[in-house]
């Protein structure tokens, strides 16, 4: 059932204006977040002789009573709205209900009939929307030396909004691509991408924040500091110096061993063919 009917079915009847002219003081539209609980809540503000209040849920086929109040028989819920509903404030002259663990069932518009005699009812019109939104999950991964993606994705019902800002030295980079991705469910995940550079040169502050419809935004903030790429970068630099070194020490080692092995040859060589002067004196 699509709100949007449900109001224009309400404007054909006139029964927005008639809830006006009935002087009943209502919020007209209240957003709840799935789960949540919700009041809902009209007042006649000029001193009628009411007899009964009545509350109803708009359908397309018709309305459907909610709940009642009498002086002489109280507090009533119908059937099917039980442990749902609860009347809050019974009074003839102003009347609230509660409704509990709100789904997306209970989305639509509501009328408080403050029925009088003689003058008849009186009647406000209330409508509720009902919303779902996740926490954002935000995602920072390099793509390459120079470049970092950063990601935010959020669900909600109906789409959310993805606001991905990346603060660096004062100067704010908004998200440069959006994809939403409809679930079974009924539910939107939108992610808001961006592709950012040089991020190891200065510390860079990441933040998401997702709305659906004017309820609160919910956000998340990371910081990616400098001294992290920098010490990385540190790394590879002691890595690759460290290489060059082993090799060449490995061909310093090389020329020595070398060295001494020729000098060690030689210095055989020179005793196999020298002469003794003990052994040429005997000989004379």
């Known amino acids: 059932m699509a709100l949007s009917a449900l109001l224009h079915l309400l404007s054909a009847f006139g ?4 809830g006006l002219t009935a002087l009943i003081q209502t919020e007209q539209d209240v957003i709840a977040a799935v789960g949540d609980e919700v009041r809902l809540s009209c007042q006649l503000l000029q001193s009628k002789d009411v007899v009964q209040v009545t509350w109803q849920k708009v359908l397309p086929e018709g309305v459907k009573n909610v709940a009642t ?9 119908m059937s099917g709205f039980q442990g749902k509903v609860e009347v809050e404030s019974a009074g003839l002259q102003n009347s609230s209900i509660i409704m509990r663990n709100v ?40 793509s390459g ?18 606001t991905l800002t990346v603060l660096r030295d004062n100067v704010h980079f908004p998200g440069n691509s959006s994809v939403s991705v409809n679930n079974t469910n009924g539910t939107v995940t939108v992610t808001s991408t961006a592709v950012l550079t040089h991020l190891h040169h200065m510390d860079t502050e990441v933040r998401c924040a997702v709305r659906v ?18 010490s990385a970068e540190g790394y590879s630099w002691i890595i690759i110096l460290l290489m060059v070194f082993s090799v060449e020490a490995l061909c310093c080692g090389s020329v020595i061993i070398t060295v001494l092995q020729e000098q060690k040859l030689r210095n ?5 063919g020298g002469h003794d002067p003990a052994k040429t004196k005997w000989k004379h």
Do not use: W
């Open 213 to 230: 419809l004017s309820a609160p935004q919910k956000e998340e903030v990371r910081m990616i500091p400098a001294e992290v790429k920098q």
């Open 268 to 272: 055989r060589s020179s005793l196999r």
């Open 145 to 162: 030396s120079e470049e970092t993606v950063v990601s935010c994705s959020a669900t909600g019902r109906p789409a959310p909004t993805v």
């Open 69 to 77: 109040y009498t002086r002489r028989f109280g507090k009533r819920v």
């Open 103 to 142: 789904t997306d069932q209970d989305e639509g518009c509501y009328r408080c009939l403050f029925n009088t005699f003689p003058e008849g009812a009186f009647t406000g019109i209330i409508c509720l929307r009902v919303y779902e939104l996740h926490e954002p999950v935000l995602h920072v991964r390099e």
């Open 15 to 18: 029964l927005f204006q008639k």
